[in-house]
């Protein structure tokens, strides 16, 4: 499985921004695929994570009713939309896949496949 990460920018406070995964690979039933973030100096930590079956998704607190997680089938894409950016949300951006059923989705150990990150700059 091979993910391709891109969209990363430069967005004002308040902003809006769309995080490009596109997967290649055999990624589609049973698989989830989430989305990272890691700003300098802190740790890596979940952002939003969603099952390709069925589409359910799971939101990190600190992103909750500002962020969406979709995909498109058809393009084999995941999609992170980013509302209401705030500077607390500039950092590397990672997506991530696992053909694991019992996961939690919120921890980057659960996941074997990663494509390369995208920065998210968000000024004040």
């Known amino acids: 499985v091979q993910l391709q990460a891109s969209g990363g920018g430069l967005v004002q406070a308040g902003g809006s921004l769309r995080l490009s995964c596109t997967t290649s690979?055999?990624?589609?039933?049973?698989?989830?695929v989430g989305w990272f973030r890691q700003a300098p100096g802190k740790e890596r930590e979940f952002v939003a994570a969603?099952?390709?079956?069925?589409?359910?998704?799971i939101y990190s607190d600190s992103v909750k009713g500002r962020f969406t997680i979709f995909k498109d089938n058809e393009k084999d894409t995941v999609y992170l939309q980013m509302s209401s950016a705030t500077p607390e949300d500039t950092a590397v951006y990672y997506c991530?896949?696992?053909?694991?059923?019992?996961?939690?989705?919120?921890?980057?150990?659960?996941?074997?496949?990663w494509g390369q990150g995208t920065l998210v700059t968000v000024s004040s």
């Open positions: 690979g055999r990624t589609r039933i049973n698989y989830v």
């Open positions: 991530a896949a696992s053909q694991s059923t019992t996961m939690s989705g919120m921890y980057p150990h659960e996941y074997p496949f």
């Open positions: 969603l099952g390709w079956a069925d589409d359910t998704t």
